[in-house]
T-cell receptor
Framework: QKEVEQNSGPLSVPEGAIASLNCTYS??????FFWYRQYSGKSPELIMS????GDKEDGRFTAQLNKASQYVSLLIRDSQPSDSATYLC????????????FGGGTRLMVKP | KAGVTQTPRYLIKTRGQQVTLSCSPI?????VSWYQQTPGQGLQFLFE???????NKGNFPGRFSGRQFSNSRSEMNVSTLELGDSALYLC?????????????FGQGTRLTVV
């Protein structure tokens, strides 16, 4: 059973729309949560981290965390074609050093 | 400020050979983690090093090993290569193990085993 679940997509949204990416996790001891963006053929790039329940905003990106529901999401406002990539959700149990457990990723396509 | 540097970027090896990959973390970062990424299994944790000590190890066979040097640079080694070892190997750099610590990835080494 995969510990971090994401819809593989593709999630297709028109340019300018809000893209909503979701992630659920099974380890209740998870305490740190991250979103990475990975373009095809490139390495993952950290775009957001969130550690406490609620929302965290950074530019066009908003991460949302609900530990009770074991759910974390990423909203991308005013989506651009350059946002087209695979978005990886990663969780960390702080008792396991820096080990990250990744979901399979959601492929986002933003259509002009 | 330089990012995470992995060498080489690409490698082609034959089954049964061994390979060594290198990672230089961000200056000042002392924790290095290694991951394997394949289309079928996604990103999987291999191991983490801090202060030249392995702190965590993922569910990989003993053919996969690593080490860290006093300058925080790390190497990973895969012996007796198998076709299934073909993957993108990624190194992640962090300040140190601990809560709320972010990890930054290098460009990766793409290994092809033929």
């Amino acid at each position: 059973q995969k510990e971090v679940e994401q819809n593989s997509g593709p999630l297709s949204v028109p340019e300018g729309a809000i893209a909503s990416l979701n992630c659920t996790y099974s380890d209740r001891g998870s305490q740190s949560f991250f979103w990475y963006r990975q373009y095809s053929g490139k390495s993952p790039e950290l775009i957001m981290s969130i550690y406490s329940n609620g929302d965290k905003e950074d530019g066009r990106f908003t991460a949302q965390l609900n530990k009770a529901s074991q759910y974390v999401s990423l909203l991308i406002r005013d989506s651009q074609p350059s946002d087209s990539a695979t978005y990886l959700c990663a969780v960390k149990n702080n008792n396991a050093g820096n080990m990250l457990t990744f979901g399979g990723g959601t492929r986002l396509m933003v259509k002009p | 400020k330089a990012g995470v540097t992995q060498t080489p970027r690409y490698l082609i090896k034959t089954r049964g050979q061994q390979v060594t990959l290198s990672c230089s973390p961000i200056s000042g970062h002392r924790s290095v983690s290694w991951y394997q990424q394949t289309p079928g299994q996604g990103l999987q944790f291999l191991f983490e090093y801090f202060s030249e000590t392995q702190r965590n190890k993922g569910n990989f066979p003993g053919r996969f090993s690593g080490r860290q040097f006093s300058n925080s640079r790390s190497e990973m080694n895969v012996s007796t290569l198998e076709l299934g070892d073909s993957a993108l190997y990624l190194c992640a750099s962090s300040l140190a193990p601990g809560p709320n610590t972010e990890a930054f990835f290098g460009q990766g080494t793409r290994l092809t085993v033929v």
